[in-house]
């Protein structure tokens, strides 16, 4: 999955001592890369009438709010720190979210025939 090579790639820019440019690289694919899964998603939500897509579509915006202020602060506190709890941050929001939201909607579309 990418996002968690990501998370991945995040992780091993902090111990590879490559602290410059390359978090900044990493976050910006980061956050292009939730963006356009979550569009996605919240599209096949419209199209296929999905009931449950306003909750669902909030916890989008909310992990997107979320990676922003990350990236945000990467200029101002300690980026090691930062990138730590990041990378545990949304391994476990995604799992969570994977496990719980993105399942019902599968659910969903599997019982209207969609696979
Ligand atoms: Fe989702
Ligand atoms: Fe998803």
Redo the contacts with the bound molecule.
Sequence with gaps: MQLMALANALYDAIFSGDREGHLDSIFDRLVRFTET??AA?EEMFRLSGYPDAEN?TA??EMLKTQVQEFRTHLGNVDRTLLAIEVTKFLKRWFEE??QT??KD?GRFLNAKGVR
Aim: hydrophobic letters at 25%.
């Design positions: 899964h979550f998603e669902h916890s989008h979210h994977i939201e993105d909607f």
